[in-house]
């Protein structure tokens, strides 16, 4: 079973000033075995990647105080070293002008909150295709 060894391993950063929806995202995520770890802003997000840029996927909310998750995704894909980490972004609004720049700027996919499990099965088809 090497697969199931190699999912295991997938380490998501998970970025959201809501510790409810951080909270529900780890879930989902651990649910499907991947290595969760959970931070509460993108600066701190910044940080993290900085002393250990070993992250197979960035997932982040859109809205959040100081740096928006689309901050984020720029000053990841503008990083030589963190660019091809994929990079989610989640929003409880459905905003088609907003979802369109977060693609456009280099985002994998736009998830609207609630997170279903559903989602998060996509994502893994995503992360696997690295």
Known sequence: MAIAATEQELHVLAVDDSSVDLAVIAKLLRRSKYRVTTVNSPRRALD?????P?????????????MTGYELLKRVKESSELKEIPVVIMSSENVPSR?????KEGANDFLIKPVQPSDVSKLRSRVMRR
């Open 99 to 103: 979802i369109n720049m977060c693609l």
């Open 54 to 66: 070993n992250v197979h996927m960035i997932i982040t909310d859109y809205w959040m105080p100081e």
């Open 48 to 52: 993290l990647l900085g002393l250990d």
